[in-house]
């Protein structure tokens, strides 16, 4: 496997996350709870990129910004009802999931 760096969310219920974050292309790869009752710990990835989702209370703080770069900006725009705003460095637009950690988006450079 190739290096790569991937980030902790905190989220609340891992699968309605998981839902979320299917609307950006994100497609589970795999889930860990110890036992039943205790939080679950969800993979998702879309191609390279991977998100760990966790509802374990000590992995990381709500409110996280993460940047993504991707290919149809104004698809994600669309399934999501976002507006494109036009920034210095080229158009992005910002997201804020279900557990309040925030994504920015903006267009793959080629």
Same mark, same amino acid.
């Given at each position: 496997m190739a290096e790569q760096l991937t980030p902790f969310l905190r989220v609340e219920d891992a699968n309605a996350s998981t839902a979320w974050y299917a609307r950006l292309g994100f497609v589970k790869q795999w889930e860990?709870?110890?036992?039943?009752? =205790?939080p679950l710990f969800v993979c998702v990835a879309r191609g390279p990129m991977q998100l760990f989702l966790s509802e374990?209370?000590?992995?990381?703080r709500p409110g996280?910004? =993460?940047y993504l770069h991707v290919n149809d900006l104004q698809a994600v725009a669309a399934e999501f009802g976002a507006a494109v705003e036009e920034a210095p460095w080229g158009p992005e637009l910002e997201l804020t999931d279900p557990d309040g950690n925030r994504l920015?988006?903006?267009?793959?450079?080629?």
């Open positions: 860990h709870r110890f036992e039943p009752g =205790l374990h209370h000590g992995d990381a996280t910004l =993460l920015r988006i903006g267009a793959a450079q080629p």
